[in-house]
């Protein structure tokens, strides 16, 4: 049963109640490794249907458009004070609607248009907003992009240096999709200065991570930090835009209104309690699990003869190249769906395959870290992977029975570990 329950749903709308259960099995039958997913809490869930979705309120705290922000404004003002609190920050703005608008908010701030940016190439591990040429930020901007070295999969500070005093960008992101390692926040920021650049670091998907202690964080590095609250913070599909004091009022002008309009208030709402959940030291304990069980999971795939971008993992997540195992990463992340096993085709650095058929697959510990999966339970896990990427190699019929064992032992093992937000009826 889903937690908030949903009985007017199932009474008003059967066929949509019986869709959102169905989801609802699935990510509790699941071992789900998408790097960038997770489970949020009963309380997050709660007031994301809340009915501060009935709200419009344009502008900010005190400084509204519309009347009727008695109870909006408080809520909003509790998200920022938890938000500057919890990430060390001199001002945040949390009305961004997901993390790319609120990097075109980063843009808007600080670039016009044909502006340089740079930033880390998406097959690479950037995002796509990070100067990519199909993203409104590639075509309107001019990006210059940085690489990992082949032979480490790690970024080279010194190549980034040479490439920013060439090309003098008047923005530099660090920070990415797929980056299985530590990113030196301290290093970029001395770069960016001699450069003249603006440092913004995107931590969407290691947000958690810093805020429970597990990262490094950028905070007194970068001028500028966007950070989707969604991924390893646990919160509701949101952003936000944090910065030093001096940008401040470039940053809220650029969100609204250059940006958007009417912030979303259950949204908003949701992340304050994701914050405060965030602030907790159970939450601390959560982000340094997710870590030891990347290592784990990392360490027993490498012991399964696994290729791992990099050699390895300092965050929580994981590259993968299957070129030595004889799959793609398509019909293997298919495979392995199927199979009970949630994760991404990916792009490897230097991938000689198309982007829609690369030869990788990503994979994240947040989400199981959440179901409570232990460090000791991440061979089983590699196993598990192992024997599905194997079945695919060798072919078709051998799959299916391959695919229906794993689901099964699956199903049994995350029985016994409960799903925030949806239990099966007992
Ligand atoms: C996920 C992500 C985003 C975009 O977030 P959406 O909410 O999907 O728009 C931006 N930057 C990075 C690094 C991300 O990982």
Redesign the pocket.
Known sequence: MHQPSLPHLADQDPELAGLVEAEARRQFEKIRLIA?ENYVSPAVLEATGSVLTNKYSEGYAGRRYYEGQQNIDPIELLAVERARTLFGVEHANVQPY????A?LAVYMAFLRPGDTVMGLSLPMGG?L?HGWSVSATGKWFNPVRYEVRADTGRVDLDEVRDLALKERPKLIWC???AIPRMIDFAGFAEIAREAGAVLAA?I??IAGLVAGGAHPSPAGHADVI?T?T??TLRGP?G?MVMSTAEHASAVDKAVFPGLQGGPHNHTTAAIAVALKEAARPDFSAYAHRIVANAKALAEALLERGFDLISGGTDNHLILIDLTNKGVPGKPAAQALDRAGIELNHNAVPFDPRKPFDPSGLRVGTAAITTRGLEPGQMPRVAAWIDDIVRATARGEDETAGEERRVAAEIRELLAAHPMPGWAPAP
């Open positions: 960038s997901s993390g790319s608008p990097n995002h907003t920070g990415g999709t995107d969407a998907h966007s989707t969604h991924k599909r952003a």
